[in-house]
């Protein structure tokens, strides 16, 4: 593992799979992730070798086929992934978001039927909440499945921003039911939705119309998916409840916040050693960068919140894992873990200088990278929003 931000108590499992993933890191993933970033090409070979390396099943109980950890492992592989190329832990984050609410929520009936095939990576999940005009406000909703009162539902509406959209063959979408709830959040359905990989109309009235072009965060697919007229059956419901797919997707969000707080820590991590190494190859006035006090301060801050939002995310792993509700854990980790990210990598930019702003250099892709993270799974502001209303409920005199 890296100098900064190491995990204390870790079990020997855990370290021997962390261990693995970090040389897989070096051997295969930072050596070519350049390439493939700036042709925005999708990791398939890479994607094949972490299948073998079991890692689409890493938090997929045991008894369906996956190795069984805990979000604390997955955490702490997908820092290692993204301080490699962030993409890459993309592949697997939506993944295992649905993984998740398939465990904690899915019937025994949807657990023998998707659990063992996406722990070999056969299934590949995505996860779709937002729409082209919702933001934050999951509750407005406007993608509508009606039920046909013949154990079918027909949905339309569109929704945006699904990560791995054409790679994906299973996706969890949040949807509009007609529950009769006087609380809008009350009326929504998690939908299952299984779907060959590709673009255009992929299945009857189910469209993933191509790659939404991004500022970074290349190489893995971002899509909208438009319903229309597509049939769903009632086996399709998310643990066959209508009305709870806000609960079950709130559940899958506190662990994609960690994940979002671990990516943030693995490009800090990044920035920093690239910083780090830069710093002392570098010379001006007689002697390397390293030895001026304005850069050696600089590094000693970068490294204090790499370390800062590593024991946050920790903490808020650990917590999940435990079956404690994480909520403000989750938004304090995410929250800062971002912010720190973006400040480490502007730094480490600073410190390369004219050479940050070259596509030689590595620390280019992560300047376009880290922004992603502000905003992924929630803004800071959502993040504090709910972190306040918490301490207020907490604190109320």
């Known amino acids: 593992m890296t100098r900064i931000a190491q995990t204390l108590g870790l079990t020997e499992v855990q370290t021997e799979i962390v261990s693995t993933v970090r040389q897989f890191v070096d051997k295969e993933i930072i050596p070519n992730a350049q390439d493939l970033e700036h042709s925005d090409t999708y990791p398939q070979a890479i994607v ?7 890692l689409f099943g890493l938090m997929v109980p045991e008894e369906y086929g996956g190795l069984g950890e805990s979000l604390l492992t997955y955490a702490l592989c997908v820092e290692e992934l993204a301080r490699g190329w962030m993409s890459i832990s993309g592949v697997i984050n939506t993944h295992f978001i649905v993984a998740y609410m398939i465990r904690q929520h899915g019937t025994d009936e949807q657990k023998q039927r998707f659990l063992p095939r996406m722990a070999t990576g056969e299934i590949r999940g995505a996860f779709s909440m937002s729409e082209p005009e919702l933001g934050s406000d999951v509750a407005a909703i406007r993608t509508k499945a009606k039920n046909n009162g013949d154990g079918t539902y027909t949905i339309d509406g569109q929704k945006m921003w699904l990560t791995n959209g054409g790679s994906s063959t299973l996706v969890a979408a949040l949807v509009r039911t007609d529950e009769g709830a006087d ?5 929504l359905t998690a939908f299952l939705i299984e779907k060959p990989s590709g673009f255009g109309e992929v299945a009857p009235g189910l469209t993933i119309p191509g790659k939404i072009d991004k500022l970074g965060y290349k190489g893995i697919d971002t899509t909208e998916l438009i319903f229309d007229g597509y049939l769903a059956s009632a086996d399709d419901v998310l643990g066959a409840k209508p009305g709870q797919g806000f609960f079950q997707m709130m559940d899958g969000v506190e662990v994609g916040r960690v994940n979002v707080s671990a990516r943030a820590c693995g490009v800090g991590v990044r920035a920093f050693e690239l910083a780090v190494r830069y710093a002392q190859q570098r010379s001006t006035f007689g002697k390397p960068i390293a030895e001026h006090q304005a850069i050696a301060f600089q590094l000693a801050e970068m490294a204090t919140k790499v ?18 509700r994480n909520d403000v854990a989750a938004g304090m980790a995410k929250y800062l873990a971002s912010e720190f990210c973006a400040e480490v990598t502007q730094q480490s930019f600073r410190i390369h ?45």
């Open 307 to 324: 370390e800062a939002a590593h024991l946050m995310m920790v903490n808020a792993a650990r917590l999940k894992d435990s079956g404690e």
């Open 183 to 187: 609380k809008p959040h009350r009326n």
């Open 353 to 397: 200088g004219g050479y940050g702003y070259s596509k030689e250099y590595e620390i280019e892709r992560l300047m376009r990278d880290a922004p992603f993270l502000l905003i992924g799974e929630g803004t800071s502001e959502i993040q504090k929003n709910i972190i306040s209303k918490r301490l207020l409920a907490d604190y109320r005199i």
């Open 48 to 54: 094949d070798q972490m299948k073998d390396m079991g």
